[in-house]
C-alpha cells in the first residue's frame, strides 16, 4: 500500500493482452503493476499505463460515461464496459485484460468490428413506414407505447453481448443477441409497419435459429437488455406467422 494524493492507493497487478499482427507472430501478455485509489475504473487505470508506462498499448474509448459503446473487453474473462468497471469491483488484486471475443484484433484490445456491423444492418435498424399512413406532422405514441419499448432502447451497441456468445465463435455468420434485439426494439415500436413477414428475413440457422440460449449475453449487458427474451419473443412471432401463412390465416396486407 503507498500513500498517494492523501487517497490509500491499492496495488493492483496488470496483465494485458498484447497483439500488433503486423509484426508479432503470437499474442502474448506484458505485466504492469500500479497503485491507485478507491474508485478508480479500469478505463482509467489502462489510461494511467498508457501515459506513464507504455503508449504502445491500444484500446478504445470516448466517452468515459457508458454511453458511446467503445470501450468493450474481456477484464477477468468477462465482457464489460472499461469505464464503468472499478478495480475495486473486482476479486483480488490481479487484473487481466484482453479483447472482446468472436471479433478479429487489430491491436491489443482494439478489434475489427465489421461482422457486429454488418449482422446490425441485416436487421434494418429504422422505421419501416407506409406512405400511406404516413402523418402530415409527427408520429404521435401513448405513453403506454414508449414504455413498451423502455427496455430495449438503451443499447449502446458496445458488442459486450456479441463478445460473450459462444455461438459465435463456431458459426461467425449468426445474427447475435444485439442486432436481434435491435430487430425486436423495432418490430415493437407502434409507428413500424414492417409486420410478421419481415422475419423471413431472419428465418434461418444463422438468424433466429442459431441462438442456443446460453443467456451469457443478458450477463455481458452493461444496460440490462434482456437479448434472449427478445430472441425468444420473435421466434414465437415467426412460428405463428408461419402457421398463419400455412393455414391461409393472414390478411391481404400481412403477406
Ligand atoms: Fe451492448 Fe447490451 Fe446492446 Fe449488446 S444489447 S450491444 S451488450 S448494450
Ligand atoms: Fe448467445 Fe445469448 Fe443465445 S449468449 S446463444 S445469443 S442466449
Same mark, same amino acid.
Given at each position: 500500500?503507498? *500513500?498517494?494524493?492523501? #487517497?490509500?492507493?491499492?496495488q493492483y497487478?496488470?496483465k494485458?493482452?498484447?497483439?500488433?499482427?503486423?509484426?508479432d507472430? !503470437?499474442?502474448?501478455?506484458?505485466?504492469?503493476?500500479?497503485?491507485f485509489? $478507491? &474508485?478508480?475504473?479500469?478505463?482509467? @487505470?489502462?489510461?494511467?499505463? *498508457?501515459?506513464?508506462?507504455?503508449?504502445?498499448?491500444? %484500446?478504445r474509448?470516448?466517452? $468515459?460515461?457508458?454511453?458511446? &459503446?467503445?470501450?468493450?473487453?474481456?477484464?477477468?474473462?468477462?465482457?464489460?464496459? @472499461?469505464?464503468?468497471? *472499478?478495480?475495486? @469491483?473486482?476479486?483480488?488484486?490481479?487484473?487481466? =485484460?484482453?479483447?472482446?471475443?468472436?471479433?478479429? =484484433?487489430?491491436k491489443?484490445?482494439?478489434?475489427d468490428?465489421?461482422?457486429? /456491423?454488418?449482422?446490425?444492418?441485416?436487421?434494418?435498424? /429504422?422505421?419501416?413506414?407506409? !406512405?400511406?399512413?404516413?402523418?402530415?406532422?409527427?408520429?404521435?405514441q401513448?405513453?403506454? !407505447?414508449v414504455?413498451k419499448?423502455?427496455?430495449?432502447? #438503451?443499447?449502446?451497441l458496445?458488442?459486450?453481448?456479441?463478445?460473450?456468445?459462444p455461438v459465435?465463435g463456431?458459426?461467425?455468420?449468426?445474427? &447475435?443477441? +444485439? +442486432?436481434? +434485439?435491435?430487430?425486436?426494439?423495432?418490430?415493437?415500436?407502434?409507428?413500424?409497419?414492417r409486420? +410478421?413477414?419481415?422475419?423471413e428475413?431472419? #428465418?434461418?440457422?444463422q438468424?433466429l435459429w442459431?441462438?442456443?440460449?446460453i %443467456?451469457?449475453?443478458?450477463?455481458a449487458?452493461?444496460k440490462?437488455?434482456?437479448?434472449?427474451d427478445?430472441?425468444?419473443?420473435?421466434r $414465437?412471432?415467426?412460428v405463428?406467422?408461419r %402457421?398463419?401463412k400455412f393455414?391461409?390465416l393472414?390478411? *391481404?396486407?400481412q403477406k
Amino acid at each position: 500500500m503507498s *500513500q498517494k494524493n492523501g #487517497n490509500t492507493d491499492n496495488q493492483y497487478t496488470f496483465k494485458i493482452f498484447r497483439f500488433n499482427p503486423d509484426v508479432d507472430r !503470437e499474442p502474448y501478455y506484458d505485466t504492469f503493476i500500479s497503485g491507485f485509489p $478507491r &474508485g478508480t475504473t479500469v478505463l482509467e @487505470a489502462l489510461l494511467h499505463i *498508457q501515459e506513464t508506462m507504455d503508449d504502445s498499448i491500444a %484500446f478504445r474509448f470516448s466517452c $468515459r460515461s457508458a454511453v458511446c &459503446g467503445s470501450c468493450g473487453m474481456l477484464v477477468n474473462g468477462a465482457p464489460v464496459l @472499461a469505464c464503468r468497471t *472499478q478495480l475495486m @469491483a473486482l476479486t483480488g488484486d490481479q487484473v487481466l =485484460i484482453e479483447p472482446l471475443p468472436n471479433m478479429d =484484433i487489430i491491436k491489443d484490445m482494439v478489434v475489427d468490428m465489421k461482422p457486429f /456491423w454488418d449482422a446490425y444492418l441485416r436487421v434494418e435498424p /429504422w422505421l419501416h413506414v407506409n !406512405e400511406e399512413d404516413t402523418p402530415e406532422k409527427e408520429y404521435l405514441q401513448s405513453p403506454d !407505447e414508449v414504455r413498451k419499448l423502455d427496455p430495449y432502447i #438503451n443499447c449502446i451497441l458496445c458488442a459486450c453481448c456479441y463478445g460473450s456468445c459462444p455461438v459465435l465463435g463456431f458459426e461467425e455468420n449468426y445474427l &447475435g443477441p +444485439a +442486432a436481434i +434485439a435491435k430487430l425486436f426494439r423495432f418490430m415493437s415500436d407502434s409507428r413500424d409497419r414492417r409486420g +410478421a413477414k419481415f422475419l423471413e428475413k431472419v #428465418n434461418s440457422p444463422q438468424g433466429l435459429w442459431a441462438c442456443h440460449t446460453i %443467456f451469457r449475453c443478458i450477463d455481458a449487458c452493461p444496460k440490462d437488455i434482456r437479448p434472449t427474451d427478445t430472441i425468444e419473443a420473435l421466434r $414465437r412471432k415467426l412460428v405463428v406467422y408461419r %402457421f398463419k401463412k400455412f393455414f391461409h390465416l393472414l390478411k *391481404q396486407d400481412q403477406k
